[in-house]
């Protein structure tokens, strides 16, 4: 399975919180990474800052973007981040730079801001256009969202249709070139275990069978139905650790979700 091998830390941030819309994904943002989410937090495409709400007194959050509510007004597509070279202790973009057309300078312009981490999700658009064919209701004239060719201009849109192991290597590659290096990949997708997309007992069973019957072999299950990536990304000889006594307890619950 994807998050399984794919990269070796010492460190795993994770929770088993799940997200159902904007402001809850702030609260997954919060339980999972707490630890590196401290001092100055710059949040790239923040739209209503959800995650401010979680974060304590003495962070110095920064959000910024054109759409919702941002603290700084800045189109990434036409503007640099406005900020000087290391000037955050955590940076985080989620789910904003397949929107961009300047995708690669965006991800550079994160490590250049970053003093120590960058925390990165970019959707699976294989997995989004195989559920459609496969798995989701279809209609004509009902397109899939971001997608899609629509009458009239879109306000916004995907502009880049890639797969889990291309966001994989992308993240790999501009990380490397920026003086970084990926501490953890990974994904809140429940999708990872077949059962949950092709269902239990002989029903499911006969769908992976025929899934291995139909596809190609070297096609990986992965990039079908894992859908979206994360990662947190250290910038390489930066001094200072994370708390043990903080790494994978909750801080909204107050557990050790290793037990």
């Known amino acids: 399975m994807f998050n399984q091998g794919v990269i070796v830390t010492t460190v795993r941030f994770e929770t ?3 997200y159902t819309d904007r ?3 702030g609260e997954y943002v919060w339980r999972k990474y707490h630890p590196i989410l401290r001092g100055r937090v710059l949040d790239v495409g923040a739209d209503e800052c959800p995650l401010r709400a979680f974060l304590p007194a003495e962070t110095e959050y920064i959000g910024i973007g054109l759409g ?8 990434l597509e036409q503007q640099k981040i406005p900020f000087p070279d290391h000037d955050f ?3 985080l973009c989620l789910d904003v730079l397949e929107h961009l057309e300047n995708i690669h300078a965006v991800l550079d312009d994160l490590c250049r801001v970053s003093r120590r981490y960058v925390i990165i999700s970019l959707p699976n658009a294989w997995a ?6 496969c798995l989701r209701e279809y209609a004509p004239g009902r397109p899939m969202k971001f997608y899609n060719l629509p009458l009239d201009p879109p ?3 995907h502009k880049w249709f890639f797969s889990l192991d291309e966001a994989k290597r992308f993240i790999e590659y501009r990380a490397r070139r920026n ?7 990974d994904s809140e997708s429940h999708e990872n275990d077949s059962r949950h997309v092709d269902g239990w007992g002989w029903r499911g069973w006969l769908r992976r069978r025929a899934r291995k019957w139909l596809y190609r072999k070297d096609l990986s299950y992965d990039n079908l139905f894992v859908m979206g990536i994360w990662a947190v990304l250290e910038k390489s000889g930066s001094q200072g650790g994370i708390d043990e006594s903080q790494k994978m307890t909750d801080p909204v619950q107050g557990h050790d979700e290793r037990s």
Request: glycine share 6%.
């Open 179 to 185: 003086g970084m290096r990926v501490i953890q990949m």
């Open 89 to 91: 202790d955590c940076v």
């Open 128 to 133: 989004d256009f195989h559920n459609m064919l």
């Open 155 to 157: 306000q916004d849109r």
């Open 23 to 25: 402001h809850t994904k």
């Open 68 to 75: 919702g509510c941002p603290d700084v007004e800045v189109n």
């Open 16 to 18: 088993e919180f799940r």
